[in-house]
C-alpha cells in the first residue's frame, strides 16, 4: 500500500479542500452574531412559545390558554390587570342586576377590525351565540349545562350587550378576559375558512404572512390606527413556536428570542448563563379523581379510600427525589391565594397507618387495584407514586397513552388522572373545571363545595377568605383533588432587551403589554 | 437505456400507490380520531362524533380515499383537518427546509467521508488505524447528542450559529447558511464516518485488483491511477451507500428538526400523525415516497453509468 504514497500530496489537497468546505459553511456564518434576524431590531420583541399557538387555525375561542398569542391581533371585551384582575376593555361599563343572573356591557365605540368592519353589538351576539359549538372549547362552560351557562344574548342598541345567565354569576367578566372573550369580526365568523388561516381581529397587531410560517413563526406588525396602541411597546412581535423545552432554552439563552416561558427542567441552566428568570408559584401538581362515584372503579366511589390515597403519599420523598426547587403541599390551592391552610399539610399529610386503617374502614384492607393513563411528562412521578401505594396494598397500574384520544378520554375511563394544575381565579376554576369542567365528566355533586364556591363567588374581603379557606380544606377532605407539589412556571427574558418580567396574577404567561424594553 | 428507465418509473409509481394505500390504512387504524383531539379532554363521545362527521371522518373509507386520491392527481392535497390550511402549499414551503438539510448532510459526508476514507486506504499505517478508529467512534454517537453538542458549542458558549430556527435562502444567503449549519453538521459527522469506512474498503479492493497493478507497471502517473482507475473502480458502492443515506438523512430530520425547531415536513408529520389529520399524513407521506422513488432512480442510472456493466443485468 505504502507505493502510493507518492499521492499523498494531492490525497492533502483533497482533504484540505473538504476541510476547507466544511469550515466554510461553518465560518461563512460565524459572523458577529449567532442572534439571527429575529432579535436584531429594538423595536421587535420575540416571543419563544411552548407550541404552535394557531394549530387549530386563528379563531381564539378554539383554545383555553392561547391569551398571550391571541391578545397581539384580537381584543378582548375585559382584559386582565398586572395584579390579576380584570378591566374593561373592549367593553367601557359593565354592570349586574340585582340578582347577578344578568350582565349589561357598554361597548367601546369607534373600535374597528383590521377589516375594516365596526364593532357592534350585533358582532358580539354573534360570537357569544357560538357557545354551544363543541369545537370552541373556550366557551366550554358558558355553554348549555355548563356551570357558568348564558341563557341568552341580546343587543338592545348598537352599543349594548346583555348576557342572561342560568343561575348567579357574580364575577362573569373574569371570563371574558381571555379566549372567549375575544371577538371575531362578523367577517371571519362568516368564512371560518378564512380565518383557519388568518385572524379577524380588532386587536394592536396583524398578522404579516410574508414573515410567518405555520407552526414555526408568527410575525404580527403594529396596526396602525389602533385604538390602544401605546399600552403596547413593540413594532414588531414574532411568536416563534418551540415546543421542545431544550430547544427553546437554548433560543433564549443564545438571544434568539427576547422572552420565552421556560420549563422547570430547563431552569437552572438558563439561570445558569445570566438570563433573567421570573418564577411564579400557583401550579399545583394534583392527582384529581375522576370517578367520584366509583363507576369506573368501584372503591374510588367511597371518600375514606379516596382519602387513604391522600395520607399514604409522601410527597416529601417526591420532592425531595424528583422535583427539588417545588414545594410539598396538601392544600388543593397554591400557596399565594386565599385559603391556603399550613395546617392541612399535617392533617392530610403522609400517615400509612392511617391510610391503612382507612383502606380497612371501607372494606379494602387487602387492598385494590386500577390502572391510571400515563404520559412521558408524568411517567416519573407516577412510578413515584405506584411504589408509595403499593406500600399501603393498593396497585396502581400503568398504561402509556397509546394515542392522544386515549389520553383525553382518561377523566372518563380511569378514575385517576394526574395534573399541573395552574389555578386561575378560585371560583372561576372551580366552575369551569373542578365541578362543571372536565374534571368531573360523572356530574359528580357535593353539597359542600358548590355551597362554599357560591359563597365564594359572591362575597368580599373575610367572608371571602373563610369561604375560600373551607372550600380548599373541602376539596382535599372529599378526595377530590389529591394535591402533590405546587411547582413554579418559569419566564425567561433577555436582560439587556426586556425589563423584568411581572406575571398577571397566577397567569403563568406575562401579559403583552407589560413587556417592555430594558431602556 | 430507455426500456432501463420505463420499468424504474412503472416500478416506482406501483410503490407510490402502495405506500398511499398504506398510509391510509395505517391512519385509520391507530387509536383515536381528529375530532376528538381538536375538542380535549372531557368531549362527549356525540360531540366527538358530530365533529368527525364535520370534518367527514365518518364516511366510509373507500369514499374517503376515492374522494382524496380524485383531487391528488390534479395537484390538490386537500386541507388540514385541524388547522384549515392548504395541505399542498404547506408543505411546499416545509419542503425546502428538509431537503436543504438532507441534501447538505448527504453532501457533506460524501466529501469527508470519501477524503477521508481514501486517505486512510491510500496511506495506510497510522493514518489508516486513526481513520478507521475515530470513524468507528463518531458513526456509534446519536445524532440528537451531537445536535445538543453543537448549540452548546458553538451557539450558546461561542455564540457563532444560531440555535434554532430558519432563514429562507431568498431572505438572506448567509443567514440561511447559517440556520442549516449545525442541522446539517449534526446530520453530516456520522453519515461521513459511514462513507469513510465504506470508501475505505472499496479502495483497498480496488487497489488490490490486477489491472491496477498492471497499470501501475505501465508507469501511469500515480495520481491518475489512485483518482481516475481505482476511485472510479471504488466509487460504486460508495455512490449505491451516499443515495441510500440521503434517503435516510431525508427521514432522520425529524430528529434534528425538532432540537434546531425547524419549519420542516418532520415537524408537520409529527404533529399530523398526533392529530389525526389525514390529509397531512399523507402529504407528507408522498412527498418522501417521492423524494425515495426518485433517489432510487438517480441511484440506479448514476450506477449503471459508473458501471456499464450493471446496465445489461
Redesign the interface.
Known sequence: MNRFKSGSARSGILLATATALTLTSVTACSSSSASGASASASDTLTVGMDGDSAANGYDPAKYTEMRQFFESVYDSLFVKTADGGVKPSLATKFAYNKDKTQLTLTLRKGVTFADGSKLTAAVVKKNLDRRNDAALVAYGNMAKGGQAEIKQVTAPDDQTVVLTFAKAQPTFQEQLASDAGMIVSAKGLADSKALGVAPYGSGPYTLEKSGSVKGSKYTMVRRKGYWNSAAFAYDTVVYRALPDPQARANALVSGQVDVAAVAGSTSSFVKSRGTGLSSLGGTVVTLPVFDKKGTVSKPFGDERVRQAIQVAINRQDLVSGLHKGDKPTSNAFPSSFDGYDAALNTTWGYHPDKAKKLLAEAGYAKGFSFTVITSQANQTDLEAIQKQLKAVGIDMKLKAAASTEEAFAAVSTTPLGYLAFNWPEPVVAMQAVVLGGFLNTQKATDKQLTAYTDAAAGATGAKRTEALTKLNARLVETGWLIPLYESYSYAGYNTKKVKPLTFAGNDAYPLLSSIKPAS | MTRFLARRAAMAVLTLLAVIVLTFALVHS????PG?????????AR?IH??NE?LGWNQPLAVQFWDWITHAVRGDLG?SL????EVGP?LA??LPVTAAIAL?ATA?SG??GI??G??A?????LVDRFITAFSGIVVSLPTFWLG?LL?YV???R??????????PFA??P??W???L?LP??SLAIGGAALVARQARASM?EA?GQEHIRTL?ATGIP??R???VHALRNASVPVVAGLGMQFVGLFGSTVIVE??????GLG??AQ?AV???DFPSVQGVVIIATVVVVVTNVALDVLISALNPKLRAA
Open positions: 391507530i387509536p383515536g380520531s376528538a383531539v381538536m375538542l380535549g379532554p372531557g368531549a362527549s360531540d358530530a365533529q364535520l386541507t385541524t388547522g384549515g390550511n404547506d414551503s416545509r447538505g457533506l466529501v469527508l477524503v477521508s481514501v486517505v486506504a491510500v496511506r495506510g499505517g445538543i448549540v458553538a451557539s450558546i461561542l455564540g457563532w450559529l444560531p440555535a434554532t430556527g430558519y432563514t431572505d438572506s448567509v443567514d447558511a447559517k440556520s449549519a446539517v453538521l483497498v487497489l501501475l500515480p495520481w491511477l489512485l483518482y425538532q432540537i434546531f425547531a425547524l419549519p415537524q408537520v404533529a398526533t392529530s389525526h
